[in-house]
C-alpha cells in the first residue's frame, strides 16, 4: 500500500507542477498586458534554433566519409529538407524522414 501512495503522491506533484509552469506564462501575460519585446523575439527564433541544435545533436557521430553507414543518413536528411521545404507541413516531414531512414538502413 505505501507503493501505491509514493506513486499517487509523485504523479499529482508532477501533474501540478506541470500545470504551473504552463499556467505562469498566461498569468503573467494575460488580459490587457503587452508581451515584452524580447518574449516576441524568442518566439520567432527559439523553434529555428532547437531545430538547428538537434540536427547537429543527430548528425554529430555520422562519419560522412563512410558511405556505407552514412548513405542512409545523407538521403534521409536531404529527403526531410526537401519535404520541409516543399511542403511545410512537420508531421509529414518528421513522419516520411523516420520511415524512410528505417527503410533504409535495413535494406542497404
Known amino acids: 500500500m505505501n507503493d501505491i501512495m509514493f506513486t499517487a503522491a509523485s504523479i499529482a506533484v ?3 507542477v506541470t500545470w504551473i509552469c504552463r ?3 498566461y498569468i ?3 488580459g490587457k498586458r ?3 519585446p524580447v518574449i516576441t523575439y524568442l518566439g520567432k527564433v527559439l523553434p ?3 531545430m538547428i541544435i538537434l540536427v547537429i545533436y543527430c548528425l554529430r557521430n555520422v562519419e ?3 558511405y556505407s553507414e552514412s548513405l542512409p543518413t545523407i538521403i534521409s536528411v536531404a529527403a526531410v529538407v526537401l519535404l ?3 511542403k511545410e507541413n512537420t508531421i509529414l516531414t518528421i ?3 523516420t520511415v524512410l531512414y528505417m527503410v533504409l538502413i535495413r535494406v542497404m
Open 14 to 16: 508532477i501533474a501540478a
Open 23 to 25: 499556467a505562469i506564462p
Open 28 to 30: 503573467i501575460f494575460g
Open 34 to 36: 503587452e508581451i515584452p
Open 48 to 50: 529555428a534554433a532547437i
Open 64 to 66: 560522412f566519409f563512410n
Open 84 to 86: 520541409q521545404w516543399k
Open 95 to 97: 513522419a516520411a524522414g
